[in-house]
């Protein structure tokens, strides 16, 4: 069998997962395989009581990954709230991971998702067979996790429309979910809760409404606060990664990724690190999560068509295209950013030059 592209959080950690359960004998809450203190140490990173050494999967405040955990040890759900690019799918996952180890229970939310998606859906063949019956439901993640007493997660809230947003106040409120065709409710076993994720700043996105909001407690994961902090996330996640996707190896790249995230963070804050001159800024996000991209894209290129080296040659292509999602608006985003910085940047020669053969 091939080996999969994607493994979940808790396969790829399961040894650290396995390390802490083995030595936790904090206070859990019902239906938890780790302690709160226990799913903060896997989050943030340390050491298990045994000594087995925790990687950090979230580079940030530990007060937020605090309020996080605390929250869903409660009957309110948690909205992990930021801008594209800033961990919150990751988090969500490894939260989720560390307290059910097991992260399929979730639903991916879209324009196209309706209310039958959240709530529950029918068998019609049964249901034409024999009507409305138990057995013909379809239950949901949602509804699944309701009836085991687990946590279920809601990627990219904003992504569906208010309507079908709404359908998850009773549920939130009440911890039940009517099912008026068999005069049933499905209620929700001790353990339950949902954590989403959204962002208002996207295009496309569904204003969440104040009624919604008030069922949630929100935690705003922000971006990287220094330019330190994220080129130490882009450099963590890109090796990562791309040794998950089996890459060929190659030397490190630590510098030539903090060069990108510098020109990443500088177009998208429009001004240069000093300040002294201020820059157009681009239609995309350019966040963390693009500079990751563009690092795998950059090794990728390096070791099947370069000199099996993270270089300019190797970045520039896919950092024009990282930069340019509207070829009207954007192209003189990045010439400007080439003529004025990187061309009088000292160190920068060898980028400036490839930058040019593709702008």
Do not use: H
């Not at 950690?13 to 938890?32: F, H, I, N, Q, V």
């Not at 034409?128 to 279920?152: F, H, I, N, Q, Y």
């Not at 990751?292 to 390096?302: M, R």
Request: charge should be negative; proline fraction near 4%.
């Amino acid at each position: 069998m091939a080996d999969k592209l994607r493994l979940p959080a808790e396969e790829i950690y399961r040894e650290e997962l396995d390390a802490l359960a083995r030595s936790d004998d904090g206070p859990r809450p019902e239906s938890w395989k780790l302690s709160p203190r226990s799913v903060l140490t896997y989050l943030m990173g340390g050491l298990a009581k045994d000594g087995t050494p925790i990687s950090a999967k979230y580079v940030g405040k530990a007060q937020l990954i605090e309020t996080a955990i605390a929250t869903l040890a409660t009957d309110r759900g948690l909205l992990l709230l930021g801008l594209p690019g800033t961990a919150k799918s990751w988090v969500s996952e490894n939260i989720a991971a560390a307290i059910t180890g097991d992260t399929s229970r979730f639903i991916q939310c879209t324009a196209g998702t309706d209310e039958n998606q959240l709530r529950y859906g029918w068998n019609y063949a049964m249901l034409l067979a024999k009507g409305p019956t138990e057995a013909a439901l379809v239950k949901t993640p949602l509804a699944r996790s309701m009836e085991d007493g687990a946590l279920v997660r809601l990627e990219e809230l904003t992504r569906m429309g208010s309507d079908v947003q709404d359908t998850l106040i009773t549920i939130l409120s009440e911890k039940s979910l009517p099912v008026p065709e068999l005069n049933i409710s499905i209620n929700a076993a001790r353990g339950f809760n949902v954590i989403a994720t959204a962002n208002n700043n996207d295009k496309g996105v569904n204003e969440l409404s104040s009624a919604l909001k008030r069922r949630f407690n929100v935690v705003v994961l922000p971006s990287p606060a220094t330019l330190k902090e994220e080129t130490e996330i882009v450099v963590k996640r890109v090796k990562e990664i791309g040794t998950s996707l089996k890459l060929p190896e190659i030397p490190s790249a630590d510098k030539e990724l903090a060069r990108l995230v510098l020109l990443f963070r500088e177009i998208r804050e429009g001004k240069t690190q000093d300040g002294r001159m201020k820059l157009k800024s681009s239609t995309g996000s350019l966040s963390t999560a693009e500079a990751i991209s563009t690092g795998i894209a950059g090794w990728s290129n390096a070791a099947y068509f370069g000199n099996g080296r993270i270089d300019a040659a190797s970045l520039a292509a896919s950092i024009v295209g990282a930069v340019v999602k509207d070829p009207v608006q954007d192209q003189p985003v990045i010439e400007e950013y080439v003529d004025n910085v990187v061309r009088n940047r000292a160190g920068w020669e060898d980028l400036y030059a490839s930058l040019r053969e593709v702008v």
